[in-house]
């Protein structure tokens, strides 16, 4: 990882200081035993590269992960189970999409937003296999076994990220290969370590090995900034039975998955539908309980409340609320939309709540700014050592379609006038990433004033007809800092660039990039015309198996819609009429693959299309 300002090199060795051998419980009863203690298991290293049914994982770089990628089915993992993980470049497995990390690194266990993983050498690893690291040897594999009663995660030979200033030398020192099992037959979870070298660059935590639940208020970390030794094991130990009864009620997320931030057209005849999205995270059933659904304004001035009741909750299962009272953008300016659980004897209210940035935009106005930050820089800003990494946020527009023109950036220092790069990337990658380039301006260091914003007019307008895009500010060397806005509410749409790549900006739900869009109009756009029918947006998006649309019975002729789906081909794979109930539709997706699709109403001669993201 590419750190922010100057670090300094730890360098600890931890082969002879593992004198504790096992440990726990943990509240819910997992202990864990290494291959030290005389009743712990033996190093048993499982070889998979070579084999046949092993998948190479592509992807992986400095500080960022990939995935989903599907379990041979449901392992038990705490008091709920898991079908899929993501790949975490740093070290680390994780059951929920949303949990990523970089350095320094936690404390098991830590309830905050990144729960819900198992980590074997959560560190600062380096994957980055471009520039001065060309031939780095970091691979990652998977594997099944052929009776699908294992899964085996094996990181080969990946080092340690390095602070390296000089060009020409490489950012990564050292060998690492461990190996992550999940064992079925008895839900064990074993890291196993074949080889271990070098230190990395952190200060601080540097090294956390253990696992965190879904909540995380419970956990075991058997090591924390101690490398461990070759040839070992860690295995952790479920109870045969827990005592442990959790009542948990959860918000999993608001309007989107990632909470994003969203622009809203104030100059519209209609509303903004309310949606979110609960969960029992614990282990007991959980009777109805109530969910409040409010806006506020940027002065915490109450605009919408919204009180609704949820249906019986078992573990593990999830339910989409859509709140009787929408929010009416009248007046431009910063909304908070907070959706909040109310569950009686509730054991961890750290998750009960999630905040969505509602930005209110004036749509008549020849230009309109796209900002998610407050205009006011933190003291210092973010710059990556090396001189080599970057920022991003990612903007929807309120309306389509619209032309990109400009980009402000707010640079806090450029003590070496090397200037930046803005680059202007389509959302057409997997999952609505970053794909197409679309434009790449330089903005030389003579042109900015530190302290303020400096605009940037794109190469040509960038007609955007649908979905949303990526601004991009890249370093053209060292000491560059970007501004960071510390005042909530905060967007969830940042993400910093490492190695090439972009990721979730680490401290995104604590802070905000100042890089700023400008839009203009361009004839009528299309979201115009979709408040005015009254259909809202598909909840949630991306969807798996269902998806669910609000719709104002006042565009509808005796209660029924045409609704039509288009592939990305544009191909037409459905034509039904379909009827509303409650003011909503439900579209089953179960026979849908993963990909993009255009969904059209047909109503009272009207027809409007939505966007509606699928992944399995």
């Given at each position: 990882?590419?750190?922010?300002?100057?670090?300094?090199?730890?360098?600890?060795?931890?082969?002879?200081?593992?004198?504790?051998?096992?440990?726990?419980?943990?509240?819910?009863?997992?202990?864990?035993?290494?291959?030290?203690?005389?009743?712990?298991?033996?190093?048993?290293?499982?070889?998979?590269?070579?084999?046949?049914?092993?998948?190479?994982?592509?992807?992986?770089?400095?500080?960022?992960?990939?995935?989903?990628?599907?379990?041979?089915?449901?392992?038990?993992?705490?008091?709920?189970?898991?079908?899929?993980?993501?790949?975490?470049?740093?070290?680390?497995?994780?059951?929920?999409?949303?949990?990523?990390?970089?350095?320094?690194?936690?404390?098991?266990?830590?309830?905050?937003?990144?729960?819900?993983?198992?980590?074997?050498?959560?560190?600062?690893?380096?994957?980055?296999?471009?520039?001065?690291?060309?031939?780095?040897?970091?691979?990652?594999?998977?594997?099944?076994?052929?009776?699908?009663?294992?899964?085996?995660?094996?990181?080969?030979?990946?080092?340690?990220?390095?602070?390296?200033?000089?060009?020409?030398?490489?950012?990564?020192?050292?060998?690492?290969?461990?190996?992550?099992?999940?064992?079925?037959?008895?839900?064990?979870?074993?890291?196993?370590?074949?080889?271990?070298?070098?230190?990395?660059?952190?200060?601080?935590?540097?090294?956390?090995?253990?696992?965190?639940?879904?909540?995380?208020?419970?956990?075991?970390?058997?090591?924390?900034?101690?490398?461990?030794?070759?040839?070992?094991?860690?295995?952790?130990?479920?109870?045969?039975?827990?005592?442990?009864?959790?009542?948990?009620?959860?918000?999993?997320?608001?309007?989107?998955?990632?909470?994003?931030?969203?622009?809203?057209?104030?100059?519209?005849?209609?509303?903004?539908?309310?949606?979110?999205?609960?969960?029992?995270?614990?282990?007991?059933?959980?009777?109805?309980?109530?969910?409040?659904?409010?806006?506020?304004?940027?002065?915490?001035?109450?605009?919408?409340?919204?009180?609704?009741?949820?249906?019986?909750?078992?573990?593990?299962?999830?339910?989409?609320?859509?709140?009787?009272?929408?929010?009416?953008?009248?007046?431009?300016?910063?909304?908070?939309?907070?959706?909040?659980?109310t569950l009686a004897g509730d054991a961890f209210v750290g998750n009960n709540g999630k905040t969505q940035e509602l930005l209110v935009i004036d749509t008549t106005l020849a230009e309109m700014t796209l900002a998610y930050d407050n205009g006011v820089a933190a003291v210092g800003g973010i710059s990556w050592s090396g001189g080599n990494g970057g920022c991003a946020n990612y903007f929807i527009p309120p309306f389509y379609p619209c032309d990109i023109?400009?980009?402000?950036?707010?640079?806090?220092?450029?003590?070496?006038?090397?200037?930046?790069?803005?680059?202007?990337?389509?959302?057409?990658?997997?999952?609505?990433?970053?794909?197409?380039?679309?434009?790449?301006?330089?903005?030389?260091?003579?042109?900015?004033?530190?302290?303020?914003?400096?605009?940037?007019?794109?190469?040509?307008?960038?007609?955007?007809?649908?979905?949303?895009?990526?601004?991009?500010?890249?370093?053209?060397?060292?000491?560059?800092?970007?501004?960071?806005?510390?005042?909530?509410?905060?967007?969830?749409?940042?993400?910093?660039?490492?190695?090439?790549?972009?990721?979730?900006?680490?401290?995104?739900?604590?802070?905000?990039?100042?890089?700023?869009?400008?839009?203009?109009?361009?004839?009528?756009?299309?979201?115009?015309?979709?408040?005015?029918?009254?259909?809202?947006?598909?909840?949630?998006?991306?969807?798996?198996?269902?998806?669910?649309?609000?719709?104002?019975?006042?565009?509808?002729?005796?209660?029924?819609?045409?609704?039509?789906?288009?592939?990305?081909?544009?191909?037409?794979?459905?034509?039904?009429?379909?009827?509303?109930?409650?003011?909503?539709?439900?579209?089953?997706?179960?026979?849908?693959?993963?990909?993009?699709?255009?969904?059209?109403?047909?109503?009272?001669?009207?027809?409007?299309?939505?966007?509606?993201?699928?992944?399995?």
């Amino acid at each position: 990882m590419k750190k922010i300002l100057l670090l300094m090199i730890c360098v600890i060795s931890g082969f002879g200081l593992y004198a504790q051998t096992s440990g726990g419980p943990d509240l819910y009863g997992y202990v864990w035993k290494d291959s030290n203690d005389p009743n712990g298991q033996a190093y048993n290293w499982i070889e998979i590269i070579g084999d046949s049914s092993t998948v190479e994982i592509s992807g992986l770089t400095d500080d960022n992960k990939v995935g989903p990628f599907f379990l041979p089915g449901p392992f038990a993992y705490y008091w709920n189970t898991v079908d899929r993980f993501w790949i975490g470049s740093n070290g680390y497995l994780s059951f929920s999409a949303n949990t990523s990390h970089a350095a320094s690194f936690p404390i098991i266990p830590t309830p905050d937003t990144k729960n819900n993983y198992i980590a074997a050498l959560m560190s600062d690893l380096n994957f980055e296999n471009t520039g001065d690291n060309i031939g780095n040897p970091a691979k990652c594999y998977y594997w099944m076994s052929p009776g699908m009663d294992s899964a085996v995660v094996t990181f080969d030979s990946v080092g340690f990220w390095i602070d390296t200033p000089v060009a020409g030398t490489i950012d990564y020192n050292g060998v690492n290969t461990f190996q992550f099992i999940l064992n079925y037959i008895d839900s064990t979870i074993t890291f196993q370590y074949k080889n271990q070298s070098g230190t990395n660059s952190v200060a601080g935590q540097y090294l956390t090995i253990g696992i965190e639940n879904i909540s995380g208020a419970d956990g075991l970390m058997p090591n924390s900034n101690l490398f461990p030794p070759t040839n070992y094991s860690l295995k952790f130990i479920p109870p045969v039975s827990s005592t442990l009864q959790i009542n948990d009620a959860a918000t999993e997320y608001v309007d989107n998955i990632v909470t994003g931030a969203r622009f809203i057209s104030k100059n519209v005849t209609g509303a903004y539908y309310l949606n979110s999205q609960v969960g029992n995270n614990g282990n007991t059933v959980l009777n109805p309980f109530s969910v409040s659904g409010v806006v506020r304004s940027s002065t915490n001035a109450l605009v919408v409340s919204n009180i609704a009741t949820t249906d019986t909750l078992d573990p593990g299962q999830t339910q989409n609320l859509s709140f009787a009272n929408p929010f009416i953008p009248v007046n431009a300016g910063t909304f908070k939309f907070i959706n909040t659980t109310t569950l009686a004897g509730d054991a961890f209210v750290g998750n009960n709540g999630k905040t969505q940035e509602l930005l209110v935009i004036d749509t008549t106005l020849a230009e309109m700014t796209l900002a998610y930050d407050n205009g006011v820089a933190a003291v210092g800003g973010i710059s990556w050592s090396g001189g080599n990494g970057g920022c991003a946020n990612y903007f929807i527009p309120p309306f389509y379609p619209c032309d990109i023109t400009k980009a402000s950036i707010f640079i806090v220092a450029d003590p070496m006038s090397v200037g930046y790069h803005i680059k202007v990337f389509a959302d057409n990658g997997p999952n609505n990433s970053a794909g197409t380039l679309l434009d790449s301006v330089n903005v030389a260091g003579s042109s900015i004033t530190a302290g303020q914003f400096t605009t940037t007019l794109m190469t040509a307008p960038i007609r955007i007809d649908s979905g949303g895009f990526y601004i991009a500010w890249n370093m053209n060397g060292n000491q560059v800092a970007l501004g960071q806005d510390l005042v909530a509410p905060f967007s969830n749409r940042n993400f910093e660039i490492l190695s090439g790549t972009l990721s979730d900006y680490r401290s995104r739900e604590t802070e905000d990039l100042m890089i700023r869009s400008v839009i203009s109009r361009v004839g009528v756009g299309i979201e115009d015309v979709d408040a005015e029918t009254g259909i809202g947006q598909f909840f949630p998006n991306p969807a798996r198996d269902r998806a669910a649309i609000t719709i104002d019975a006042s565009v509808l002729g005796q209660g029924k819609i045409v609704v039509q789906l288009y592939d990305m081909k544009g191909a037409l794979i459905s034509n039904e009429q379909m009827t509303i109930q409650n003011g909503q539709l439900e579209i089953n997706l179960t026979n849908y693959q993963t990909g993009l699709y255009t969904v059209l109403f047909i109503a009272n001669n009207k027809e409007v299309n939505r966007k509606l993201q699928v992944t399995k």
